[in-house]
């Protein structure tokens, strides 16, 4: 489910997210050359992630497709209770909900460095409460419940995060190395690569 949603969001802004991505590397590796910084590839790679990460939440939220009946719910708890507890409704609102913001609370974790719950809620909250006030405005529903769900998804995300952390600190040396972190991301790229000019419909693989 989580999965398909994304897939239709990349399908729906691929020229955007290719043109933007070419963009940002261009000036990216402009900006490191010309003040001749260190290049480390698993670093550069995990900002593209995020990148991309949020261009698709973006068009996951604001899609005005998924819903264009509008609402108001300011009570807590009201809507996620109405889904019968693993109905496909339930799996969609509710836990893609907590999903979706599992990637954020890492990725803004692993940028402010966040070390207490705090760190994260506060972002969390900020972002998920503006995000329900544009959908508002654009034909969809602004609910408390998806506010609380988001946030509940941030802060999985930050205690992976200060889990992935504390077990690194206990890994051998080689597993720490930027090397390693280097052959991984590399493997991950070409996996990404692959599903999308997949979802491009270029069929190079």
């Given at each position: 489910?989580?999965l398909?949603?994304f897939?239709?969001?990349i399908?729906?802004?691929?020229?955007m997210?290719?043109?933007?991505?070419?963009?940002?590397?261009?000036?990216?590796?402009?900006?490191?050359r010309?003040?001749?910084?260190?290049f480390?590839?698993?670093?550069?790679?995990?900002n593209?992630?995020f990148?991309i990460?949020v261009?698709?939440?973006?068009?996951l939220l604001?899609d005005s497709e998924v819903?264009?009946t509008?609402?108001?719910?300011?009570?807590?708890?009201?809507?996620?209770?109405?889904?019968?507890?693993?109905?496909?409704?339930?799996?969609?609102?509710?836990?893609?909900n907590?999903?979706?913001?599992?990637?954020?609370?890492?990725f803004?974790?692993?940028y402010?460095h966040?070390?207490?719950?705090?760190h994260?809620?506060f972002i969390?909250i900020?972002s998920?409460?503006?995000?329900?006030l544009?959908?508002?405005?654009i034909?969809?529903?602004?609910?408390?419940?998806?506010?609380?769900?988001n946030v509940?998804?941030?802060?999985?995300?930050?205690?992976l995060?200060?889990?992935l952390?504390?077990?690194?600190?206990?890994?051998p040396?080689?597993f720490q190395s930027?090397?390693?972190?280097?052959?991984?991301?590399?493997?991950?790229?070409?996996?990404?690569?692959i599903?999308?000019?997949?979802?491009?419909g270029?069929?190079?693989?």
């Amino acid at each position: 489910m989580i999965l398909n949603l994304f897939t239709n969001a990349i399908a729906k802004i691929w020229p955007m997210l290719t043109i933007f991505l070419v963009v940002i590397i261009a000036i990216r590796v402009s900006y490191l050359r010309i003040n001749h910084e260190k290049f480390v590839f698993y670093r550069e790679f995990w900002n593209l992630i995020f990148v991309i990460y949020v261009l698709i939440l973006f068009q996951l939220l604001t899609d005005s497709e998924v819903n264009t009946t509008g609402g108001l719910n300011l009570v807590p708890f009201t809507e996620m209770f109405r889904y019968k507890l693993g109905s496909p409704l339930f799996y969609s609102n509710v836990i893609g909900n907590i999903a979706i913001f599992v990637p954020f609370g890492y990725f803004v974790s692993s940028y402010i460095h966040a070390s207490k719950i705090s760190h994260i809620l506060f972002i969390s909250i900020i972002s998920s409460f503006t995000v329900e006030l544009v959908q508002l405005q654009i034909g969809r529903s602004f609910d408390v419940d998806d506010i609380i769900l988001n946030v509940v998804g941030a802060v999985i995300g930050f205690l992976l995060f200060i889990a992935l952390n504390a077990i690194k600190k206990h890994l051998p040396r080689f597993f720490q190395s930027d090397v390693f972190y280097n052959l991984i991301c590399i493997l991950f790229c070409l996996i990404f690569l692959i599903y999308f000019t997949k979802i491009m419909g270029l069929g190079w693989f």
